[in-house]
């Protein structure tokens, strides 16, 4: 069983479209997040969630909506789409908010958003 | 101030052949974490290794270990006797603190080769 699922995995859309990439955690976590992996694989926070609440918001232009309608889930809407939005997205998530040996970050495998 | 630091974009090691990648950090919190993730040509963000700013002993996991020097605020990351599976990308990221999101903030990364 995937613990940190997303789709789709492979994305290709057009301009000015408006797509969403889906994440579900079967992990029983608390914590979710969505990060930003750009063409020279840096990788950057988005959103953070605790229990369905957002957290963290970096800056991120409010195209981008995440979702979290339970806490196994954070959903990435992106609205208006633009060819600098190209990029791999990761969902992530995490016990709590604590740090401490077993509070690891766990990956989902990423989806890959081309437009063109 | 870049807050994690990889100063080797690129590194080739023999197949068989211990390898060390470099980390650096900054952080004023005297609570952190620092983990490393490897990121195969496959794209999925894979966990390693977890040290904590308050662990006595350096961690281990397999033919994986992180020399921590906190001194120095390094945390580089050791892998003995390289498998050809080991070509990945690598990065270093850090947790600051209990209030901080508990986002990751991730270093450039470093490519490593492993040469049969």
Known sequence: DTAVSQTPKYLVTQMGNDKSIKCEQNLGHDTMYWYKQDSKKFLKIMFSYNNKELIINETVPNRFSPKSPDKAHLNLHINSLELGDSAVYFCASSQDFSLGRGNTIYFGEGSWLTVV | A??????????????????TLDCTYDTSDPSYGLFWYKQPSSGEMIFLIYQGSYDQQNATEGRYSLNFQKARKSANLVISASQLGDSAMYFCAMREGFNAGNMLTFGGGTRLMVKP
């Open chain 2, 2 to 19: 870049q807050k994690i630091t990889q100063t080797q974009p690129g590194m080739f090691v023999q197949e068989k052949e211990a390898v």
